[in-house]
């Protein structure tokens, strides 16, 4: 029986959680036979517990282990190659239109209570989903299941062709324990059952202790025990890392190759994978000054995404050069032929021009627009992220002094700049994008009018740009059956993008992770991308499979 601690201080938990967990990084320790894995978050204390994976703020959820105890049917790559890897399905096959899917799962796999993994409990999966709406976070729109032979069958409103991981990646969970609860809403689930390579241990407010099973269905495992430790900052974070006491965190660290590299440069690696998501600056078309296409395009101009990649990035991830906004190379297979050549550059002689030519003026270096009023505007993120506000400072500062525009930083609380941004309460703030296999999700997040259908609050395109032959294009993308014709429509896309100017395409969004190799190799890597390296990813069991002992 697995223990629960009750909440103590915060303090106090850490020390026993590192103590527990490794010591100090030294270039030339030997490796640790059987060493447990310390996998770290920067959220403070998690003092409630809660096991369910459908539920965004379950404790499993936030600090990342609810992947390693359920499991999806596939795992879908967002670097390398962007392949598909079954998992708990030996099999998955799409028909021609992405509208159907065919699983069949495995025969050897076995829920961590010794009950056998079935078809059953993928019809039962998806079926809560169905049937509860609030667990339907990715608005599958499944219309149909059947079980065929020992095969499942989905049906599916509309082409999943650019969400084929959402569908992939549910979590299985069983049916012989899920369907005695009555609201998976609300379920703590205090003692979780899955089929993952690990089970729960003990639980608490600071850290969640995890043990390998010995009957998994992919094999032996190499680590024996995960710790995942919620570290008080950041900066408690960077410091565990540097001190060999945390082995693997997803997080960015300011000077992050003497902070973390440089303190043990034989073992210690930092990776940035390179995916398909920028960062952008979103711009309110509803107001003043965005408003207006001339200075959305000048603004564009002025940018100097080297200072970016270099200052605010720390140079972490490649500068972003494509006019498209897609980052490179995982991007170039995607970029229509007429941008092939086509690099975001500086010309701030171009921005003026631009500008003059569309009634712009100056009155002693400041801007001022056709209507006789001086340019102003601010860009905000929140306080503490530092590369963020890094990021914004330096444009800025670049539009103050090529444009004469009077340019504001402002930076509140997290939680006022949600809110900000999902109600459209902004003149422009720098923020991400979702990353896929295909420049969809870039696209649809910054262009796509169908976000603004929600309401007063949206969960993307939050500039509230309108174009109809734009949301009509990204529709034809995703459900066409047709690569001719999803080709025709990104291309079309890509032209609305660079002339419109919908959002400023700044610098990539790599997804970025942090180890150690003192004691485990195999991890996944600037050479062998076969995942990234985010331990809080679906594809955590697919890298546990892949470690072995450091020799």
Request: with cysteine.
């Amino acid at each position: 029986m697995r223990l629960k601690t009750s909440f103590i201080a915060v303090g106090l938990v850490s020390a026993l959680a590192l103590s527990a967990c490794g010591g100090g990084a030294e270039s030339d320790s030997q490796p640790e036979a059987g060493a447990a894995l310390t996998i770290a978050k920067p959220d403070g204390a998690i003092t409630t517990e809660s096991n369910n994976p459908w539920v965004g703020d379950s404790s499993a959820n936030k600090l990342g282990y609810k992947n390693v105890i359920f499991e999806p049917l596939a795992m879908v790559n967002t670097v390398g190659e962007n392949e598909t890897t079954p998992w708990l399905a030996e099999k998955v096959e799409w028909n021609d239109d992405y509208t159907q899917l065919t699983i069949t799962p495995r025969t050897d796999v076995t829920w961590n209570d010794g009950e056998e993994f079935t078809a059953d409990d993928i019809m039962f999966s998806f079926d809560l989903i169905r049937n509860t709406p609030a667990l339907d976070t990715g608005n599958l729109q499944l219309t149909d299941m059947v079980k065929d032979g020992e095969s499942v069958v989905l049906t599916f409103d509309e082409s999943k062709f650019v969400k084929q991981g959402q569908v992939l990646h549910t979590a299985m969970v069983p049916e012989h324990i899920w369907a005695d609860i009555a609201d998976p809403t609300t379920e703590a689930n205090p003692d979780p059952v899955g089929t993952g390579p690990y089970t729960l241990d003990n639980f608490s407010s600071q850290s969640v202790t995890l043990q390998a099973r010995d009957d998994y269905w992919g094999g032996d495992l190499a680590v024996p025990t995960l710790y995942y430790v919620s570290y008080n900052d950041n900066t408690a974070l960077t410091t565990a890392l540097a001190n060999g006491e945390a082995d693997w965190a997803q997080a960015f660290i300011p000077d992050v190759q003497s902070a973390f590299v440089d303190k043990d440069p034989e073992h210690n690696v930092f990776w940035p994978a390179n995916v398909m998501a920028p960062d952008v600056l979103f711009l309110n078309h509803q107001e003043k000054p965005f408003n207006n296409l001339a200075f959305r395009q000048a603004v564009n101009m002025v940018i100097d995404r080297a200072a970016h990649t270099e200052i605010a990035r720390e140079k972490a991830g490649p500068e972003l050069t494509s006019v498209t906004g897609l980052p490179t190379p995982i991007g170039d297979q995607y970029i229509a032929d007429e941008f092939k050549d086509a690099e975001l550059s500086l010309d701030v002689d171009g921005a003026r021009k631009i500008l003059e030519e569309a009634g712009y003026a100056w009155a002693d270096e400041a801007l001022i627009d056709p209507d006789g009023e001086p340019v102003s505007f601010t860009l905000e993120v929140p306080q503490g992220w530092n590369d963020y506000v890094t990021g914004i400072s330096l444009i800025a500062d670049q539009v103050k002094e090529t444009l004469g525009a009077d340019a504001k930083v402002n930076t509140p609380d997290a939680d006022t700049w949600w809110e900000n941004k999902r109600s459209g309460n902004f003149d422009a703030i720098m923020h991400w994008t979702d990353s896929g296999t295909t420049p969809y999700d870039l696209y649809s997040d910054t262009m796509d009018g169908r976000w603004l259908l929600a309401g007063d609050a949206v969960d993307y395109n939050f500039g509230r740009y309108e174009n109809d032959r734009a949301t009509e294009l990204l529709n034809t993308y995703a459900t066409s059956g047709s690569d001719e014709e999803r080709t025709k429509a990104l291309e079309e896309v890509q032209k609305i993008f660079v002339e419109d100017v919908p959002v400023i395409p700044v610098g990539t969004h790599p997804a970025l992770g942090e180890y150690n190799t003192r004691n485990y190799v195999g991890w996944p890597s600037e050479e062998d991308q076969y995942a990234t390296a985010d331990p809080v990813q679906v594809t955590v069991p697919l890298i546990l499979t892949k470690l072995t002992p450091a020799e």
